[in-house]
């Protein structure tokens, strides 16, 4: 797998991108937002299976890099940053951001969650296509329409836009309304991963699902549990 590493930081481009080599990846390094723009063109070669991206670069915010990328390629993006703070966290999960890790994280774990992300952008392979009874299948939850084939929502006839996450997680939910997702499945299901962290970004999602529906009470919060969705009338 082609992999483009964002990171103005050489020391630590270098020794990251040895690890991955090691582990059979092919590492092109970008050290600003607009070398990685340019990177991602099409023409520039094959195309990256996922690009790791650092949030301080010396031209532009990564966030910034993040919401142009997500205008021109459904590449996958993981967030690799110093920076913790959940406003942080929502703000690069809601502008498209695949995952985020931060600093100093596992170099096992951030393997696995490039190969995670990478699965899942694999078309026929998403966990909507999984879970919710295959082509051509569409999802009416009152006044809310999911449709599969095209991974597209709609509120009343009106278009909503989700992140790739946020489209497999309400259409997990949407098969069996009012049936209860243990937090666990969910996880395994959307980001086929059993780690403990990935808990935050589940509420994340959620939260961000519950935003742009604009339907606090659709997706209900079980607790100690897991989540169900609570199909609204009309």
């Known amino acids: 797998m082609r992999l483009l590493l964002v990171e103005d930081d050489d020391h630590v481009a270098t020794a990251l991108s040895a690890v991955l080599a090691r582990h059979g990846f092919e590492v092109r390094h970008a050290r600003s937002g607009e070398e990685a723009l340019r990177?991602?063109?099409?023409?520039g070669g094959a195309p990256f299976g996922v690009v790791l991206l650092d949030l301080g670069l010396p031209d532009q915010d990564g966030f910034e890099v993040c919401g142009r990328i997500r205008k021109t390629t459904g590449t996958p993006v993981i967030m690799v940053t110093a920076r913790a703070d959940v406003r942080s966290r929502i703000h690069g999960l809601n502008l498209g951001a695949d995952d985020y890790v931060t600093k100093p994280y596992d170099?096992?774990?951030?393997?696995?969650?490039?190969?995670?992300?990478?699965?899942?952008?694999?078309?026929?392979?998403?966990?909507?296509d999984d879970v919710a009874g295959g082509p051509g299948e569409q999802l009416r939850l009152?006044?809310?329409?999911?449709?599969?084939?095209?991974?597209?929502?709609?509120?009343?006839?009106?278009?909503?836009?989700?992140?790739?996450?946020?489209?497999?997680?309400?259409?997990?939910?949407?098969?069996?309304?009012?049936?209860?997702?243990?937090?666990?499945?969910?996880?395994?299901?959307?980001?086929?991963?059993?780690?403990?962290?990935t808990g935050r970004t589940l509420e994340v999602h959620v939260a961000s699902l519950r935003s742009k529906l604009r339907m606090p009470t659709l997706i209900e919060t079980v607790r100690g549990v897991g989540y169900r969705l609570v199909a609204p009338a009309g």
Do not use: C, M, Y
Request: charge should be positive; hydrophobic fraction near 45%; proline fraction near 6%.
């Open 107 to 128: 170099t096992g774990e951030l393997l696995a969650r490039i190969h995670a992300v990478s699965r899942r952008a694999v078309p026929g392979e998403t966990a909507a």
């Open 39 to 43: 990177a991602l063109l099409p023409g």
């Open 142 to 197: 009152g006044a809310v329409l999911v449709e599969i084939p095209t991974r597209q929502v709609s509120v009343s006839g009106e278009p909503v836009s989700l992140t790739r996450k946020e489209f497999d997680l309400l259409a997990l939910l949407a098969q069996r309304p009012g049936v209860v997702f243990r937090r666990e499945q969910i996880i395994s299901e959307v980001w086929r991963t059993s780690w403990e962290g």
